[in-house]
């Protein structure tokens, strides 16, 4: 029997709290947790001095409770650039539960991975170049991002815990676990391309009877170029990954999609490239239902709504929710570490709830 995931493009640490914990902390800590975990994939090189060694194997750690009911399909929770599956989803870096510990607790079977070359899916010296972010780079785009003031919806950032800049306890603390990605993105590197929103589209392109639902949060993008803030260069040739995607009609190459740029009627939000009409599909996710989840603050606030309709356009089930409509504001891109990260996890926990399950009220938010 194939068992069917939802995929968030969404045990633990000694408890180490920065603050006071509040309720809510005590009784997600408290859960009785069963963990395993298993590594799945890669391939033996030859070593240098005679031998075999292994690359490209992931990680993947396995989370569950005895609570009941228990949810009907298990979340694999997939982590981004410079992250890891532990520096992600277990904790916050100022010591206050993750996402994982709020959908235990709401029944789920998790799923957390480590891309390989990352975290406990062990990078192999002098196999593709390295590089990470400097202190610099992360308080810019996700933690200190109102003192910068790089993008329009920057100054509303405010649910960072601390200041967000280096010599803050819980900078520092989120510091000190970034790690190393991939410095170029070549044909040899896309099976362990560095962001985690790429992987579910891919994974639901390859195997879309195995996936119920994609929740991908500010996954990358735009369609086919990069944002104003990273030059506008080409990027994504396949429209969100640099994979082969299925179309139909089908192409076997990306200059066969004909593109046509939209440009936005709002100053804080940019022009979208979208198929040029008569758009193809993409027909392995048409059956899957999509939620790109975008925060107030962050630099994706800039052009998420492109992706959505890029997928709305190839015929997929796609939706925005866009986290100041429900009345969670403040947020950067990091917004399961933030302050308010389990009321965020509560909104697509209900979106889960609406899609995988009889008779729950659809969520208050729009498509757009």
């Known amino acids: 029997m194939l068992t069917r995931y939802v995929m968030c493009s969404v045990f633990f640490l000694s408890r180490i709290v920065l603050g006071n914990p509040s309720a809510e902390d005590d009784r997600l800590y408290k859960l009785a947790v069963h963990r395993d975990f298993f590594y799945v994939g890669g391939e033996y090189v030859e070593g240098p001095s005679g031998g075999s060694l292994r690359k490209n194997q992931m990680y993947v750690e396995r989370l569950s409770t005895d609570r009941t009911p228990r949810q009907p399909y298990p979340l694999v929770l997939i982590h981004g650039k410079a992250m890891s599956g532990a520096n992600t989803w ?58 910068y003031n790089l993008w329009p919806q920057a100054s509303k950032h405010t649910q960072w815990p601390g200041n967000g800049t280096k010599g803050d306890a819980v900078f520092d603390s989120s510091l000190i676990s970034t ?70 009609p089908p192409v076997s190459s990306p200059h066969e999609i004909s593109k046509l740029r939209i440009p936005s009627n709002e100053t804080d939000r940019e022009d979208c490239v979208l198929q040029a009409e008569p758009a193809r599909t993409l027909p392995n996710l048409k059956q899957i239902p999509v939620v790109i989840t975008v925060s107030e603050a962050s630099y994706h606030a800039l052009y998420d709504h492109c992706s959505v309709k890029f997928l709305q356009q190839a015929g997929v089930n796609a939706e925005l929710l866009r986290l100041e409509n429900i009345g969670l504001k403040g947020n950067g891109h990091l917004m399961m570490l933030e302050e308010n990260n389990l009321e965020v996890a509560k909104a697509i926990h209900d979106w889960i709830q609406y899609q995988t399950s009889c008779g729950h009220e659809r969520p208050a938010f729009r498509v757009l």
């Not at 996402?99 to 990078?123: C, E, K, M, N």
């Not at 996954?219 to 995607?245: K, V």
Request: aromatic share 14%.
């Open 90 to 147: 277990l904790n916050t870096p100022d010591g206050r539960p993750g996402w994982a510990s709020y959908f235990l607790r709401h029944g789920y079977v998790v799923y957390i991975i480590d891309q390989p070359t990352r975290g406990r899916s062990a990078w192999l010296p002098g196999d593709f170049d390295m590089t990470t972010f400097s202190t610099n780079s992360i308080a810019q785009f996700f933690t200190g991002v109102a003192h």
């Open 179 to 248: 790690l190393q990605f991939l410095l170029k993105d070549t044909e040899a590197q896309f099976r362990t391309r560095d962001g985690g929103g790429l992987y579910g589209w891919s994974v639901a392109d390859a195997r879309p009877s195995l996936v119920k639902a994609i929740v991908a949060i500010e996954p990358a993008g735009p369609p086919f170029e990069d944002s104003s803030l990273f030059g506008h260069g080409p990027s994504r040739a396949w429209g969100l990954t640099d994979i082969a995607m299925t179309y139909n």
